[in-house]
């Protein structure tokens, strides 16, 4: 008997066929034409609010008592308002907005409107909080407040796609469903922010000149943002800059213009490495004094040693947690041939000299721990790492003469560490350039600035060669990659000792920045970074395998516990939250490479970024 399969399929209806547009509505039942105009209103009228005086008294840091002259908290809501205004005129298809939105408008709508709301809301209860309650507001306090809360309920009217939703078993209990139902609730969330458009519009080929101008003016957003970023002057203000900026960063990449760029500079790589370099040179030059470039060498030291990580954990995929003794391996070799006076050497050599030992002499190191030990794997080798940074810490600690021979002084460490003098330029010293004043901490960021683009160039380099695509091999897959003819021992221990090269060299210039070497400043964990857990923590969370990524990453790492000393003992604990969503929500980190990204968001993230050349 043959069976008419066709026969039972289920005919096409108008009501079946309009059923993937029925199923396109918004989080809030409201009309889709009244919610875009009602987030672009609110938009609008955020911006007329931040004119406003939003407090009467000056109590309340920023002073937002001002009207027509937006200030403190009041240009960051601005700076949002002006983003979901602009977004949403671009979803009306407003002619010359059009590159504003190559992806997804309204998921950008909704992003920047959340974010406007989170800054403003999180403004006025803080004046509230600081001042004494609702009263001690002026109507623009409240005009922001209706203005940013419309907008925002405005953009989750927009509609989208939601999850199909799964079948439900009967025998379940009622926790169970409960959970089921809270979990198809976050899908529908998520999907509602999550940008529909599978990839960016094919752009309109520009210049070469034209792009060149995009990266110019990304470099230059990017240090605009970093330079207010540091130089935030009170705690209210570095949350808000932290909101807005999350925020701010996630509707651009909604709408497309993340990803626009960045096929810009993937075209233009040796540009875009110059650009972001004489950006950050430009860094000193916007400060008045040395107080925030103190904390930009630190930034870049931090960042420089992460770098490094990156090359053992990133590309080879070796977990080292005992990474920060080969900074403090060049630290102390550096200490000790510099001329110090606490140095039982009593050698003065010349800069270069010296921080060709702390590399050389670290990446020795490198090769002596790593030869014994990277034939283990995994948590094997991560316990030996581990173990081998409490060494160091430990006998450095007994070389004092009494414990063991007298070589570091012990706890004391070495002190009185000259400044360089290169070429006589001192770098102790204030001097003129190009009209402005640049002090200690700035002489010190701009070599360490030098020192970072060289390390940059290495790893580019590096991950580029045929060693670095044998580390990325044996990073997927050990088992396979040796049956392909890679000798793993060798290619490991070459990760291992490049790592604690670059790390010796950083630390060769920390030793001159901090005057003092210790022991104490070479722990797995402590509260201040550089440590082997904050450098592993910030190759993580800025991305695995990249280069923005550990410098985005360390940056936020050194930044944000810096900022966050107004909580006092529970800083660690905010700090750790912060991590443990981050790790959460985007496990990749914040700047992946294309193939790690896929590994954790195969369904939803791989039309984003697979073309028709692949990954």
């Not at 200030?71 to 979901?84: A, C, D, K, N, P």
């Not at 002057?233 to 213009?257: M, Q, R, S, V």
Request: charged share 10%; proline share 5%.
């Amino acid at each position: 008997m043959t069976t008419q399969t066709t026969a039972s399929e289920t005919p096409e209806t108008p009501e079946t066929a309009s059923a993937p547009a029925a199923a396109r509505t918004g989080l809030i039942g409201l009309p889709t034409a009244f919610g875009r105009a009602l987030a672009t209103g609110g938009g609008a009228l955020t911006i007329v609010s931040t004119f406003l005086a939003w407090t009467w008294t000056a109590d309340f840091p920023g002073d937002l008592t001002v009207y027509g002259y937006p200030g403190g908290l009041q240009v960051l809501v601005l700076i949002g308002g002006v983003l979901t205004t602009l977004f949403g005129l671009a979803s009306y298809g407003v002619k010359g907005l059009g590159w504003l939105t190559p992806g997804s408008a309204d998921s950008a709508v909704k992003t920047a409107a959340l974010g406007t709301f989170a800054t403003a809301w999180y403004t006025v209860i803080a004046i509230s909080a600081k001042l004494g309650g609702v009263v001690n507001l002026e109507p623009g306090g409240y005009v922001v407040a209706v203005a940013t809360l419309a907008a925002l309920v405005g953009a989750l009217a927009l509609p989208f796609e939601r999850p199909a939703p799964d079948p439900v078993d009967p025998d379940d209990s009622s926790w169970e469903k409960f959970r089921h139902a809270r979990r198809q609730d976050w899908s529908t969330f998520k999907a509602a922010f999550a940008a529909e458009a599978p990839a960016p519009a094919p752009a309109r080929k520009l210049p070469a000149y034209a792009e060149i101008l995009v990266i110019v003016a990304a470099m230059a957003l990017g240090l605009l943002v970093f330079t207010y970023g540091i130089g935030t002057e009170y705690d209210e203000l570095f949350i808000g800059f932290l909101i807005t900026a999350g925020f701010g960063f996630g509707a651009l990449a909604k709408a497309g213009l993340v990803a626009r760029v960045s096929a810009i500079t993937a075209r233009h790589r040796n540009i875009t490495m110059t650009g972001a370099f004489l950006a950050a040179a430009a860094f000193p030059f916007t400060q008045s004094d040395d107080q925030y470039a103190t904390i930009g060498v630190y930034i870049l030291i931090f960042a420089t040693v992460a770098l490094g990580l990156n090359i053992v954990v990133g590309l080879a995929g070796l977990l080292d947690l005992g990474y920060v003794a080969f900074l403090g391996v060049g630290a102390y070799t550096a200490a000790l041939v510099s001329g110090s006076s606490s140095s039982p050497l009593h050698v003065n050599m010349p800069f270069w000299a010296s921080a060709l030992c702390g590399a050389a002499v670290a990446m020795v190191f490198g090769v002596l721990i790593g030869a014994p030990t990277l034939r283990l794997r995994g948590d094997y080798l991560a316990i030996v790492t581990l173990g081998f940074g409490e060494i160091f810490r430990i006998t450095v600690l007994n070389m004092d003469g009494t414990s063991g021979p007298d070589v570091t002084n012990g706890s004391n460490g070495i002190s009185s560490i000259p400044n360089l003098n290169i070429l006589g330029f001192d770098f102790g010293q204030e001097h003129q350039l190009f009209g402005a004043t640049v002090g200690r901490f700035a002489n010190y960021f701009l070599l360490m600035l030098l020192i970072t683009l060289i390390v940059v160039v290495v790893f580019r380099r590096s991950s580029d060669s045929r060693i670095g695509r044998a580390w990325i091999a044996i990073r997927e897959d050990e088992t396979a990659a040796l049956a392909m003819g890679i000798n793993g021992f060798r290619v490991k221990l070459i990760a291992f000792a490049l790592g604690a090269c670059m790390a010796g060299l950083a630390g060769s210039v920390q030793a001159h920045v901090t005057y003092t070497v210790t022991p104490e400043q070479y722990q797995f964990a402590h509260v201040v970074p550089p440590n082997s857990a904050f450098l592993l923590a910030a190759v993580v969370l800025g991305g695995m395998g990249t280069i923005s990524g550990p410098l985005v990453g360390a940056s936020l790492l050194y930044l944000i516990p810096a900022k966050l000393q107004f909580l006092g003992d529970y800083q660690l604990f905010a700090f750790g939250v912060a991590l443990v969503l981050l790790m959460r929500f985007r496990p990749e980190g914040l700047i992946p490479n294309r193939r790690r990204q896929l590994e954790f968001h195969e369904e939803t993230e791989a039309p984003a970024v697979l073309s028709k050349a692949g990954a």
